[in-house]
């Protein structure tokens, strides 16, 4: 108990233990804000990859639309509905089921 007393009466123990309660609760950069800091950079890293996924996958799919005229025209008729000059085009649409 003495030993107590006498570590608490220690001013650089005082001062050590204000600046350790400080670092840890009232700084800006405290151990809350640095675990929020850290659960926001792995979910910006998860965005990235997923970003980096889908940009090799349209570049895979660009470089197969230019190299293969085959790919192109089904794409073309497909997204856009284009048709040849003497074709005709028919949509079917399936009914929806209603409940």
Do not use: C, G, H
């Amino acid at each position: 108990m003495k030993r107590l007393i006498s570590l608490f009466k220690n001013k650089f123990f005082l001062v050590t233990l204000a600046f350790v309660v400080w670092m840890i609760f009232f700084d800006k950069n405290d151990l809350f804000s640095q675990y929020e800091y850290r659960t926001q950079v792995n979910k910006l890293k998860k965005e990235r990859d997923f970003y980096k996924a889908q940009t090799d996958q349209v570049t895979k799919e660009l470089n197969e639309l230019t190299s293969n005229r085959q790919q192109l025209e089904k794409f073309a008729r497909e997204k856009y509905l284009m048709k040849k000059d003497n074709e005709d085009v028919y949509l079917i649409v399936p009914e929806k089921k209603e409940k």
